[in-house]
């Protein structure tokens, strides 16, 4: 019996012994958040930590054609989905393949890039950035949260607070402009105004911040390009807003396409461990930016796919977004011993933890409500005017 066979053996004896004494934790919703986390990592396969740790993305359109056919596709054991679909009745589709036929029941996580509205278009987070107004902003994002929850996103790439200074980045409008602490006021913002007081709350989604760390310096404003960046200003000018939102409880961060001197921000222990988890005291998900991971063999750190998978992970990198590159390679390097299981473990740790937050094993399914109900209420008509006008 080899060793994959052996570990599924000990697990299914682990989960029948548990089941005898009718106590399964994870499922418990009166219990603590981290022994539902440990109960349940401790029943999974090498196999189901692996799909934990991946995200794929639902769709290539909305092309009511193609549902079926996207949503067999869609494994019931994924971690995350990019989830592009506005309508609740497709959600709930492909939650319950997640819940109900997989063997744990694991809720899928879906997120979206709501930048500065869902379907209630705010001004671009420059233009938020313009009006001075926290209060404001936060709105915004509130309002964001809520069409983006009832419509089967738990999860928004935003805020973005790289601190740009050359115009010729294309990605200047995405952020709140040329000041740190400016950057981190909206940002904080924008974390408290997705996020409320409890993630579980209807109308609440988690925060990411975005991109850690760096991105916005690309030489001579070419995106997806090589920075040059002093430690000075790596603390002084890009690494602020990133700690203002970490300690305002933003519940995810992403990492960076750039490199810094050198070393990929997806490959970087020293930003994603050393300064966010060991100095900050973050304990949520790192996600990668679309396509980051294998582009570590293109930026020269990685030899191949499996090499860019072993040195994203063990660097802090919990979940890779759309390559493919960890549900490839993971199992194979965890049994070869190159990456050890506990590192692999500590990636599904962060991932579950956020999901048990956001409340997904209780309330996994929304409810189906037509358009009217969902977007473009008074309330938030009248906020995108106001914003618009400050």
């Not at 440990?38 to 794929?56: A, C, F, P, S, Y």
């Not at 402009?177 to 950057?183: F, I, K, S, T, V």
């Not at 189906?368 to 618009?388: F, K, N, T, V």
Request: proline share 4%.
């Amino acid at each position: 019996m080899n060793r994959k066979a052996i570990a599924l053996w000990l697990l299914v004896a682990a989960a029948g012994l548990a089941g005898c004494s009718g106590r399964e934790v994870y499922k418990d919703p009166a219990a603590e958040v981290e022994d539902r986390v440990e109960d349940l990592l401790g029943r999974m396969t090498l196999e189901e930590k692996v799909m934990q740790v991946t995200q794929w993305t639902y769709g290539k359109n909305m092309n009511v054609n193609n549902v079926e056919s996207e949503t067999k596709a869609v494994s019931p054991m994924i971690g995350s989905l990019l989830y592009r679909s506005t309508s609740p009745a497709y959600y709930n589709r492909i939650q319950r393949k997640a819940v109900e036929e997989s063997r744990l029941g694991i809720p899928i996580l879906c997120g979206f890039d709501v930048i500065h509205g869902y379907r209630t278009i705010f001004p671009i987070p420059l233009g938020q950035a313009c009006s001075w107004n926290e209060a404001l902003v936060g709105e915004s994002c509130r309002i964001a949260a809520r069409e983006s929850r009832l419509s089967g996103v738990h999860w928004t790439f935003s805020p973005m607070v790289d601190v740009a200074r050359d115009a010729r980045w294309g990605r200047v409008s995405e952020g709140y402009g040329e000041d740190p602490y400016l950057n981190g006021m909206m940002g904080v913002a924008a974390v408290k105004g997705y996020q409320g007081d409890d993630l579980t709350a209807d109308g609440a989604i988690a925060a990411c911040l975005k991109h850690f760390v760096g991105y916005a310096y690309s030489d001579g404003g070419r995106d997806y390009h090589y920075t040059e960046i002093s430690p000075q200003t790596l603390w002084d000018t890009a690494l602020p807003p990133f700690e203002m939102g970490v300690k305002a409880g933003a519940a995810t961060v992403m990492s960076a396409f750039n490199d810094i001197s050198g070393v990929p921000a997806s490959a970087n222990r020293y930003t994603m461990t050393d300064i966010l988890r060991g100095m900050w005291g973050f304990d949520g998900l790192v996600v990668s930016d679309w396509d980051a991971v294998k582009q570590l063999v293109a930026q020269g750190v990685a030899a191949d796919r499996a090499e860019a998978a072993a040195k994203a992970i063990t660097a802090g990198l919990d979940m890779d977004m759309v390559d493919d590159v960890y549900r490839e390679n993971l199992e194979a390097l965890v049994e070869s011993g190159r990456v050890p299981e506990k590192v692999l473990d500590e990636a599904v740790r962060r991932i579950l933890r956020v999901k048990f937050r956001l409340g997904l094993f209780e309330k996994p399914y929304i409810e189906e409500l037509p358009d009217e109900q969902r977007y473009l209420s008074i309330e938030a008509r009248a906020a995108a005017r106001e914003l618009a006008a400050e």
